[in-house]
Every structure is written in structure tokens, then in C-alpha cells.
């Protein structure tokens, strides 16, 4: 186990090097937001509706915020949302996707 005095002055980069780690939070969280979007997409209920942004309504002042399938469209490096779409229908090709985004994907 790899030991640090808090008084060195240390990068958490520079920590990560020594302990021959890396950092794998983002790529755990991208896979879990993948995973439950696939689940959600295949049930077409209330939570699908909301997803997909098929409910009436007007959108609040501000600035536009990312959507969740924009960010996760970018980690699978898929073109379009039809393409990512379809592939959360179809189980073992979405499982695919997740996992070679995994291996390959960036936070």
C-alpha cells in the first residue's frame, strides 16, 4: 500500500503515477448512465417520454443544458441518436456498444 504524508506536496496525477493506478470513475459512471438508459428506452413508459423529449411544455430560461443522451452519444462515438436509438432496443448490440466504449471510450 502506497503511503502519503499529507505534508508532501503531491498532484493527485503524480499519486496515480506511484501507485500504478488509474483514474476510472467517469468510465464507471458513463457505463451505469448507459445501462439505465438502455433499460429505460426498452420499457417505453413515463421514463422513456421524458428521455426522449416527447412531452408538451415549455423549456426554462438559461442556457440550454447538455442532455444525457449528448453526452453519452460522444462516450459511444456514435453518429446520431437514430443509431444509438436502435441499439438500445436490441439488447446484446447495446451491451456490445457499452463495452467496447469501455475499453475505448473517453470520459
Known sequence: MLRISWTE???NETVLIE???RRSLIKTIRK???TFLGHVMRREKLEHLITTGELDGKRGRGKQREKMM???K???GSGSST???TAMGH???WRNMIAD?????TG
Open 9 to 11: 506536496r503531491k498532484s
Open 19 to 21: 501507485a500504478n493506478s
Open 32 to 34: 451505469r448512465q448507459a
Open 70 to 72: 449528448d453526452g453519452l
Open 74 to 76: 460522444r462516450w459511444l
Open 83 to 85: 443509431e444509438t436509438m
Open 91 to 93: 439488447r446484446e448490440l
Open 101 to 105: 466504449a469501455s475499453k475505448h471510450g
